[in-house]
């Protein structure tokens, strides 16, 4: 997703000579939301170098970093494989029920991952641990390489493919050579989009009793109330996320110009045959694991447990709340991200690259280390904004303006460059062609966007916590609130609402991602 090429190579846009606010606006939002590392470089420096020598070189500090590192690395290529392999099932083979299937391996994203984990824990103890978080974590994320690589399969050209099966390779061989190439892009960004999240979770980990940087960074903060060592500890997680974004963009970029398949030219399917029943075995026990378990246990504790006592107007005061910040945070970081995406894409300095990276790092942030930025912030230059809803807002927006970036940077790789240059020739300016041509072209792109953020912000938790005003209860604080005391039956209405609440913006991104498909727009 974060690495698509530009088939076109860069676009005239980039050229523009009047589009001189784009760069300033660009760089001044990018500043905004890469704020946090500054503040966070600032709380670390405070400590002094012989105190970050003490605390970086205890055997702590060593475990810790083994614990996220190998947990990340395992995760990724899980997820890796999954998402590319269900992927290429469902866009790929004669699969009975594609259209179905689609749907059900993408729905795992409308469960939170701390809803997951406590769906896991809440049935069983045996699942805390490093392969309980290897599986709970896998199952939720793998659908972020699902979908950018479904998507690709589906609109890339497929001459190649049939040329390889034309000179007498077999179906792995040509999987191989020609379609992990082709889908490589799609593969390293959504790999990053993961390895990200992994870094920055909290709440699942927390439940689940496994150990990493998050979990030790929001101890230090919320238990031993020391913002410098706690800062320099998240230095070691921007470090691991600058060193991902810069392992992404040199993989992702060498992967194969992606060409939209015209009408009628995709390939016949490959043909499972004898394997269909593996198949469908295969995927059947992913979307089990992945989707069964957490509706399971929601189930059954919405039916033993205590949920039938908690009081209606509580659980509607929360839902309103949850669907008014996450909209609010959903606008915001999509009207952020046009201006950075643009700039990004079509000018394609070093400057621009370093400026869409840095917007990109704040996703391995913890939502602790964001709230206490936007904290700091407020209490020294916007003191009236102090437990107030522009301050949640904010916090949200910083947390996930990575995640609307990737869409709307995806949506612009889709723009016809010639459009463009035609408006141009007619005398058209720069800002009249923005707005009448490239913004709605990408408006899919936009709604994509809107439904990612909302759909992330609807469910946190961390950063909820701290810079809620007073008296204010999301889905996401009530559920906490619950299951910190074990009242798993209680915290089952509100995990439900959040799942309920999910799932119209995963199937508005799964539409948006994959489009319509080309072999059934062919048989109609």
Not at 266 to 281: C, I, Q, Y
Not at 455 to 461: D, F, K, N, P
Request: glycine share 8%; charged share 10%; proline share 7%.
């Amino acid at each position: 997703m974060t690495g698509l090429p530009n088939p076109a190579g860069p676009s005239p846009l980039g050229r523009w000579r009047g589009a001189g606010l784009l760069a300033p606006a660009a760089l001044a939002i990018a500043a905004a939301v890469a704020s946090p590392l500054v503040l966070i470089g600032v709380q670390a420096g405070e400590a002094g170098w012989e105190q970050a020598r003490r605390l970086l070189g205890r055997p702590l500090v060593g475990d810790l970093l083994w614990n996220t590192v190998t947990l990340a690395l395992a995760v990724t290529l899980a997820t890796a494989v999954l998402g590319f392999g269900a992927a290429c099932l469902v866009e790929r083979t004669d699969l009975p029920g594609r259209r179905w299937w689609t749907t059900a391996l993408a729905l795992p994203l409308a469960v939170p991952e701390f809803v997951r984990g406590y769906s896991w824990v809440s049935l069983t103890s045996s699942v805390r641990g490093y392969w309980g978080a290897v599986l709970v974590m896998t199952c939720s994320l793998y659908p972020l390489v699902f979908l950018p690589v479904a998507a690709t399969l589906r609109r890339a050209d497929t001459a190649a493919e049939e040329v390889s099966r034309s000179l007498g390779r077999g179906p792995l061989a040509t999987l191989c050579r020609v379609t992990l190439p082709l889908a490589r892009p799609a593969l390293a960004g959504g790999a990053l989009l993961v390895s990200l999240y992994l870094l920055g979770e909290y709440g699942a980990f927390a439940m689940l009793r496994y150990t990493t940087f998050a979990t030790a960074i929001f101890t230090e903060y919320k238990l031993g109330f020391d913002a410098a060592s706690a800062a320099q500890l998240t230095l070691v997680l921007v470090a691991l996320a600058l060193l991902l974004v810069v392992l992404e963009a040199g993989t992702g970029r060498r992967g194969r110009t992606v060409r939209r398949a015209t009408a009628g030219r995709g390939a016949a399917p490959a043909r499972l045959g004898r394997w269909t029943p593996l198949a469908l075995a295969a995927l059947g026990s992913l979307t089990a694991t992945a989707l069964g378990v957490p509706v399971y246990a929601l189930g059954y504790w919405l039916v033993r447990g205590s949920s039938t006592t908690l009081p209606q107007a509580s659980v509607i005061t929360a839902v309103l709340t949850t669907l008014g910040y996450s909209a609010a945070a959903a606008l915001v970081a999509t009207a952020a991200a046009v201006p950075v995406a643009l700039y990004a894409w079509r000018r394609g300095t070093r400057l621009a690259r370093a400026a869409e990276g840095a917007a990109y790092l704040t996703r391995a942030l913890p939502g602790i280390a964001i709230a206490l930025s936007v904290i700091h912030f407020v209490i020294r230059y916007a003191q009236p904004l102090y437990q107030q809803p522009p301050m949640l807002v904010a916090g949200y927006v910083v947390l996930y303006f990575p995640l609307a970036l990737t869409a709307v940077r995806a949506a612009l790789a889709q723009v016809p460059p010639g459009v463009e240059e035609v408006a141009r020739s007619l005398g058209t300016r720069p800002a009249a062609v923005l707005a009448r041509i490239t913004l709605p072209l990408v408006l899919p792109g936009l709604g994509t966007a809107a439904a990612m953020v909302a759909l992330t912000a609807g469910t946190e938790l961390t950063a909820t916590l701290l810079l809620r005003p007073t008296g204010t209860e999301t889905l996401a604080t009530r559920f906490w609130t619950y299951t910190s005391g074990l009242a798993y039956g209680a915290a089952a209405p509100y995990a439900a609402l959040m799942v309920a609440l999910s799932v119209p913006p995963v199937l508005l991104l799964t539409r948006r991602t994959l489009g319509a498909d080309p072999r059934t727009e062919t048989t109609r």
